[in-house]
């Protein structure tokens, strides 16, 4: 049974991982008969929004505590993960991927990436081991391999930073996958296109299956 | 197009509405043609669980807040709720059903029901319009109504707080929905049984599907 470690940054679309997205992953990866583990690098959130009114609250809380509730308890600080256990890496996307794993919400193309996610990347990378990256996601990827192809949809301004990464950007649909064979990256634009949770289901569905197939 | 209102009691299974249960009753919903609106009472979490370690932690949450992380900020408060514009009202489950809705977990057959929720209830019960619950949800619905059919799975221990409470219990796999005609309340176990997401998001189709069947 292949493996997939998906990779979480808290728990809600806007200081976290977005919730749809990464449960329609899991469901994904085990509908279509592989397996996953959940990992989050153990790490303060950048903020705390209070999902209701888009406010910031006057709270802390922690990437992987948080992002325990997305695995219903069952995940692994980032620090445990091994490159040689998972047959690929996956990262659902919310801000908390922009906020929390990197930092482009706030600098742009300059971003700077937390070093375990960055480790794990690589090691990915090296292994030849297909990463697949949803909605805002790509932009970690961009910034980490600097020269690949991936897709967050059609939002321009989150294109041009990709591109001022030294990556390309590919316009597509919320159900296309773009794949990038020369570093085996998929990507696909889930709720940066999908307009309801069935489109984003679709979206996980061909994704988690284009990764599949590389994997024989 | 038939419309859901979808109850939400917090964000995470062990102070909140189960995360997996919530979304894939959304995906169902949408899936089988219909539409939702997601609501929650405007209230305290009874507590707050560390999901990684399971201990209480001193914070303070509010259920309508953290539940607008699984609507995606697309929630209204529960006294907003007007059961002339719904088809059918459901309920997800996770333990905060049972501490923040009502107070089975700590008060057994004697717990207490929030009015805004027994409120709800009791008007689509006399509008004579569908209800579901899943999981632990049921044993709200069984403290509301008394005489009702409802199901569990095969927890026992739940099955016999949920008979104290003058319904039956009614034995069940996670791919069954147990109707109760007289009170048009329909039961399914999700993760009472389920032993994976996959199994979840089957039990979550043959609900919704069995509700709308009856709504015409």
């Not at 888009?54 to 995940?75: F, Q």
């Not at 480790?119 to 970690?140: D, F, N, R, S």
């Not at 309801?196 to 289901?201: G, K, M, N, T």
């Amino acid at each position: 049974m292949k493996n997939f470690a998906v990779i979480l940054a808290g728990c809600g679309i806007y200081d976290g991982t977005e919730i749809h997205e990464a449960t329609l992953t899991l469901l994904a990866i085990k509908k279509l008969g592989a397996g996953y583990q959940c990992f989050a690098p153990d790490i303060s959130q950048h903020h705390v929004i209070n999902h209701l009114t888009g406010d910031e609250m006057n709270e802390k809380r922690n990437v992987l505590v948080e992002a325990a509730r997305i695995a219903r308890g069952d995940i692994k600080p980032l620090s445990d993960f091994n490159p040689k256990n998972f047959d690929a890496l996956i990262f659902p996307g919310g801000f908390g991927v922009a906020k929390n794993l990197c930092t482009v919400v706030f600098d742009g193309f300059n971003a700077s990436v937390n070093k375990e996610i960055e480790k794990a990347v690589k090691e990915m990378l090296k292994l030849k081991k297909p990463i697949g990256a949803m909605c805002i996601a790509p932009v970690l990827i961009a910034k980490i391999i600097g020269d690949v192809n991936v897709t967050v949809g059609k939002d321009e301004a989150t294109a041009e930073t990709i591109e001022k990464m030294g990556a390309t950007h590919i316009t597509a649909n919320y159900d296309d996958v773009v794949i990038d064979d020369k570093h085996n990256v998929f990507t696909t634009p889930y709720y940066m296109e999908a307009t309801d949770i069935v489109q984003v289901y679709e979206g996980a569905h061909n994704i988690v299956e284009a990764m599949l197939k590389v994997m024989g």
